[in-house]
């Protein structure tokens, strides 16, 4: 396929499948349930970092994770005490477990009281071209409380060569106008063009199918080759192409 076609064709399935039809089926109905920016914020992020494996799944755990908040996940995590962390107690989700979630529990208090919440964090690093330099740096200050070493490998780092897939996502969510009431547009002083494809087996898959890059494994390096390709297409806005590329694998089994 020629490149202008191509883009034609990515550009097409990108309007097609970002759109609230598919919020039934995907993670990002659990912030839609909510309208407080701060909550929309905090369950998006522990929803994303728990998305992976089969998405059912995901919502349920999501949805698990929400009760355990009082269905109010701002006020729960600005207030809890080590006392309600004790709710997290036999919560698990593929490997992310009830110490997993008790800590990042503990360390979203210590963002949003001590820190100013997640938005400022992120918004520091609005003049870099990537934001992978601030996912390096967020994991930093999320693990900067004592903690079980084995709970950070639910924070990626792209600066030790992972794709980031999940914080990737989480970023795009709350980054990406919300003009399809898909993305929520939270966060206006980053830009939809600083942000990277949520890379993972579906839009690898589409991608090397496409022709967008060769590369075998879902890596950083990976996410590198793929970013300057939709960049290309699209410097305003790349990451919508994630629609199309998981939409072809999920949707079309392209």
Same mark, same amino acid.
């Given at each position: 396929?020629?490149?202008? =076609? ?32 701060? =909550? %929309? ?5 522990? !929803?994303? !970092? %728990? ?59 210590? %963002? ?54 999940? %914080? ?87």
């Amino acid at each position: 396929m020629k490149k202008a =076609d191509l883009k034609v064709f990515l550009d097409e399935k990108a309007q097609l499948y970002e759109h609230p039809n598919f919020l039934d089926t995907d993670p990002i109905q659990i912030p839609h349930r909510f309208s407080k920016k701060e =909550d %929309i914020e905090i369950i998006g992020f522990l !929803t994303a !970092t %728990i998305a992976w494996g089969n998405r059912v799944s995901i919502i349920n755990s999501a949805t698990k994770i929400v009760a355990l908040m009082d269905q109010a996940p701002f006020d729960f995590i600005c207030q809890h005490t080590l006392k309600d962390r004790k709710r997290c107690d036999g919560f698990v989700h593929r490997t992310f477990n009830g110490e997993d979630l008790s800590f990042f529990f503990q360390a979203l208090q210590f %963002i949003y009281t001590k820190k100013g919440g997640l938005e400022p964090f992120f918004s520091a690093y609005h003049k870099d071209f990537y934001l992978y330099r601030a996912i390096h740096d967020f994991k930093t200050l999320f693990f900067s409380l004592p903690h079980n070493k084995r709970t950070e490998k639910h924070v990626a780092d792209p600066l030790k060569n992972s794709a980031a897939k999940r %914080i990737n996502m989480f970023l795009r969510w709350m980054v990406r106008p919300s003009n399809q009431g898909v993305d929520f547009g939270l966060w206006p002083k980053l830009k939809p063009a600083q942000l990277s494809c949520p890379l993972d087996v579906h839009t690898g898959n589409v991608a090397r199918a496409l022709g967008l890059f060769t590369r075998k494994q879902n890596d950083h390096k990976a996410l590198l080759l793929l970013d300057e390709v939709l960049r290309k297409m699209d410097p305003i806005d790349p990451v919508k192409y994630d629609f199309a590329l998981f939409g072809l694998g999920v949707h079309e089994h392209f």
